[in-house]
């Protein structure tokens, strides 16, 4: 019995051993589990247990010209955080500090008696702050290095360069489009939290510093952009325009030397302008382009050999009627070579080209030239324009593309065909980054010129040169854009724009315009000047020529490329009066009347006939008789007009009258 006792005894001794090795198994299984095995991820979830990350903004590479100069720069600046649980009187601090930071002193307090163990303060305050603040030696408080944006040249292109926001994303302009590139790697600020979770202070010594972005090295010359600049804002101030455009490229390369916008904003403080005035409307918006959009008319033409530069047309002495509609030219013409069509700008000469073009033929070459699709430059925000497809080109379409109207284009469009032909006939992809650098500025990355297609022979493209030389001549409508000892080739453009409350053309409002390209034989440089809605002339040869004229003596002035120029010029550059041109005789001043006809001279004015009840037919003959341009709305007889009869009316007043069936 006794010995059975003892037996049970030592076999309850090994399973209770054995149960004890077990459970020790098992602890040492789940410590090396936990020690070894899961160590990195138990670390790492410590510290976030234990650690909050303050980010900090990174800083981005600069954004320079192609000659090196900083168009954008990223700078170190101080920002003040503060320490609340170091902070033994929030209210004291709060009143020492609201006056230099600007803000009230019951938000400062608020946020130093938070319970958190970090705080923001200000961000990146200006030095003179920083010393004043570093004065009062303040407990509870410190400062971190953050990165901030400076544009040094202010409103020079700052609607190329775009801007940024305060996290600091690219918002516009090639800070955008190259965010990805120009933003750094973030830096990190650590605070420690205790076990229910609340700050503890800050661990500056394991700040994690930001790495700064790559470089941007633009076509941009900043030379060529402020001469650029200065004459666009003279150009629209004297002419009281709204707004205005330029830009000047390299027709061989596609290089966009200057993009310039009026009015623009300084992009250190850009919110404080409107918006509209933010975007870049050289590649953001479209207008119709009028009769620069003569030259790719004629280019077709001259490729397809349906017209030669000497062939004669009947321009109808300035009336010309067809499908119901009334084209007349301000500058009647009787017969005339194609050569002076593109020369006095004819809006007949060219319809009736672009009759023997016809639509699908004339559409193929303006496709080809790049309307109706995005040019791919390397800005945000392009627009493609509006080329509607020949299968919606009804009665006078054709008639009125050919001369520019019904079709909408961008400057960056324009200025890319029109280097089409400068350059021997091939489309060129513009572009605005050259090259991408690091840190140490060292290239990483190259852009070159690309090749979208040949549109044109260079044969076509010499003979439409030399047309377009006349354009520039004595006599004919680009005449203000001549340089003395360089040869010019241009194209003035009036084109009306369409009132967005009436949907029809406005008998006011114009876009005038002027492109080209210098020297002629050999360019170096094709500039476009758009001037929206001038108040003192409507016409591109009298308010945008005279800009492109100052634009392209003085680049080709600075590029030191004036060959032929006598030394006296070289020595000044050219300053022009867009807005107080010089007396014309009455020959020049039909001459500036150049775009078509839409536009009568102001002078004493007509009376206003009395249409009611006249039919579509009568209304037509009385308007060729008395010389007048009337809307037409509806059809049958008229049963309104405006003004009323007997009012006088003048050429750039709004003239319509509505007709509707008998009943």
């Given at each position: ?467 377009m030389e006349g354009v520039v001549a004595n006599g004919g409508t680009g005449a203000r854009a001549a340089l003395d000892g360089i040869q010019v080739a241009g194209k003035t453009g009036t084109a ?107 002078g004493t004015g007509t009376v206003m006939p009395d249409f009611r009840g006249m039919s579509m037919r009568r209304v037509l003959q009385v308007m060729e008789k008395r010389q007048i341009n009337i ?22 007043d709004e003239i319509w009258v509505r007709l509707a069936p008998t009943a």
């Amino acid at each position: 019995m006794r010995e059975q006792q003892e037996r049970w005894g030592r076999i309850r001794i090994v399973i209770l051993a054995g149960l004890f090795a077990c459970g020790f198994l098992a602890v040492c299984a789940r410590g090396f589990d936990l020690q070894v095995l899961q160590h990195d991820q138990l670390v790492k979830l410590a510290d976030r247990q234990h650690n909050r990350t303050v980010p900090l903004i990174p800083a981005r590479g600069g954004i320079f010209d192609c000659n090196g100069a900083p168009m954008a720069v990223s700078l170190d600046m101080d920002s003040l955080y503060g320490d609340p649980r170091r902070i033994k009187d929030p209210a004291a601090l709060a009143a020492a500090l609201a006056p230099l930071l600007g803000e009230s002193r019951q938000e400062l307090q608020k946020k130093l008696s938070s319970e958190r163990g970090f705080v923001w303060l200000d961000r990146r305050l200006n030095p003179a702050v920083v010393a004043r603040i570093k004065q009062l030696q303040l407990a509870g408080i410190g400062f971190i290095k953050e990165s901030k944006r400076f544009y040094p040249n202010f409103d020079l292109a700052a609607n190329v360069l775009g801007f940024t926001g305060i996290d600091p994303q690219g918002l516009e302009g090639i800070e955008r489009r190259y965010d990805g590139t120009i933003l750094g790697t973030a830096g990190c600020l650590m605070t420690e939290r205790d076990a229910l979770g609340r700050d503890v202070g800050v661990r500056t010594a394991v700040v994690k510093e930001a790495v700064p972005g790559k470089n941007v090295v633009l076509t941009l010359d900043k030379n060529i952009q402020y001469l650029a600049e200065k004459a666009l804002a003279k150009a629209v101030q004297g002419s009281g325009a709204k707004e205005g455009m330029a830009i000047v490229a390299e027709p061989g390369t596609g290089k966009i030397l200057a993009m310039a916008n009026y009015p623009s904003f300084n992009p250190n403080a850009y919110n404080q302008y409107p918006a509209v005035q933010l975007r870049n409307h050289c590649v953001a918006d479209s207008f119709e382009p009028g009769s620069t959009f003569k030259i790719f008319l004629m280019s077709a033409a001259v490729e397809e050999k349906v017209v030669r530069p000497q062939d004669q047309f009947f321009c109808e002495n300035g009336h010309f009627s067809f499908g119901g509609r009334i084209i007349r030219d301000d500058h009647p013409e009787g017969r005339i070579s194609v050569a002076d069509i593109l020369k006095y700008s004819s809006n007949i000469g060219a319809a009736k080209i672009g009759f023997k073009m016809g639509d699908a033929r004339y559409y193929r070459y303006l496709q080809a030239f790049g309307f109706g699709e995005k040019t791919g430059i390397d800005l945000p925000g392009e627009t493609s324009g509006d080329l509607r497809p020949v299968s919606r080109w009804y009665g006078s379409d054709l008639a009125t593309i050919a001369f520019g109207q019904g079709v909408t284009a961008s400057a960056v469009q324009l200025v890319a065909a029109v280097s089409t032909v400068a350059n021997g006939g091939l489309l060129m992809k513009p572009y605005l980054v050259e090259r991408i650098t690091d840190d140490s500025g060292h290239t990483v990355q190259e852009f070159q010129p690309q090749v979208v297609r040949r549109v044109i022979s260079p044969a076509t493209a010499a003979t439409v040169t030399r047309m377009m030389e006349g354009v520039v001549a004595n006599g004919g409508t680009g005449a203000r854009a001549a340089l003395d000892g360089i040869q010019v080739a241009g194209k003035t453009g009036t084109a009306q724009k369409v009132d967005p409350v009436t949907r029809t053309y406005s008998p006011t409002k114009r876009t005038a315009s002027f492109i080209g390209f210098v020297p002629a034989e050999r360019p170096l440089l094709t500039i476009l000047v758009v001037i929206d809605e001038p108040k003192t002339s409507p016409y591109g040869g009298v308010v945008a020529a005279p800009a492109f004229r100052e634009i392209a003596f003085n680049t080709l002035c600075y590029l030191k490329a004036t060959a032929g120029v006598s030394d006296g010029q070289k020595m000044k550059t050219i300053q022009t009066k867009a807005a107080s041109p010089p007396p014309r005789s009455p020959q020049q001043t039909a001459v500036d009347a150049e775009e078509g006809g839409r536009i009568d001279v102001a002078g004493t004015g007509t009376v206003m006939p009395d249409f009611r009840g006249m039919s579509m037919r009568r209304v037509l003959q009385v308007m060729e008789k008395r010389q007048i341009n009337i809307q037409l709305r509806g059809s049958g007889h008229v049963v309104d007009q405006f003004p009323q009869p007997g009012q006088i009316i003048r050429g750039a007043d709004e003239i319509w009258v509505r007709l509707a069936p008998t009943a």
